[in-house]
């Protein structure tokens, strides 16, 4: 059984950088599949934030992230720790939400759903 | 950016079927995936590819996608049913693709 499980600070100051890891268990982050952040803002739905992978391109891997917050994600994986991290610089008040992280398959096709979810952590942006 | 519109709510009796939409353009020609949120949990994949249930979703749960609006269908609903429901496509029309996620749609079980 796949699980994951997030971590990190659960208050963030505003202009400073928001940052979570994700321990995967029962599957190895280096076998080719793409790992994901999605967010949940109090009372709100669902948002992508983006995902990795272990890929050809660089030995950081392959990323995808949503436009809206390209220019302030980072995303990187630990092979070793079977984990993968994000962080999200210069955060505002309207980054506190609910942070999951997600297991992305694509089954028999080429369109990704997200099949395992960590339990997700709440992070709040505040003074 | 493509957008997927749902309506805020539904509303069902115990016993009979809902239907919870999720618009949008040409959606018939993605593929939708649609997720289960119960208040202080997880989401759970509950449809994918439009139609498809993971093991351990019950029958009651069902899909289909055509032309501008894909359709989750729970039929005989049960209490424990109460959830907010997303549904969810991959958006290629740019260079660099990425999920999208639908406002969400909050079944009430009367």
């Known amino acids: 059984q796949v699980q994951l499980q997030e971590s990190g600070p659960g208050l963030v100051k505003p202009s400073g950088t928001l940052s979570l890891t994700c321990a995967v268990s029962?599957?190895?982050?280096?076998?080719?599949?793409?790992w994901a952040w999605v967010r949940q803002a109090p009372g709100k739905g669902l948002e992508w934030i983006g995902e990795i992978s272990h890929g050809e391109i660089s030995h950081g891997g392959s990323t995808n992230y949503n436009p809206s917050l390209k220019s302030r994600i980072t995303m990187s994986m630990d092979k070793s720790k079977n984990q993968f991290s994000l962080k999200l610089t210069s955060v505002t008040a309207a980054d506190t939400a609910v942070y999951f992280c997600a297991r992305t398959s694509y089954g028999s096709g080429t369109s990704p759903f997200l099949d395992y979810w960590g339990q997700g952590t709440l992070v709040t942006v505040s003074s | 950016s493509y957008v997927l519109a749902q309506p805020p709510s539904v509303s069902v009796a115990p016993g009979k079927t809902a239907s919870i939409t999720c618009g949008g353009s040409?959606?018939?020609?993605?593929?939708v995936h649609w997720y289960q949120q119960k208040p202080r949990q997880a989401p759970v994949l509950v449809v994918y590819y439009d139609g498809d249930r993971p093991s351990g979703i019950p029958e009651r749960f069902s899909g289909s996608n055509s032309g501008n609006t894909a359709t989750l269908t729970i039929s005989r609903v049960e209490a424990g049913d109460e959830a907010d429901y997303y549904c969810?496509?991959?958006?290629?029309?740019?260079?660099?693709?990425?999920?999208?996620f639908g406002g969400g749609t909050k079944l009430t079980v009367l």
């Open positions: 029962g599957d190895s982050i280096s076998n080719g599949d793409w």
């Open positions: 040409n959606i018939g020609m993605k593929s």
């Open positions: 969810q496509v991959w958006d290629t029309s740019s260079d660099r693709p990425y999920v999208v």
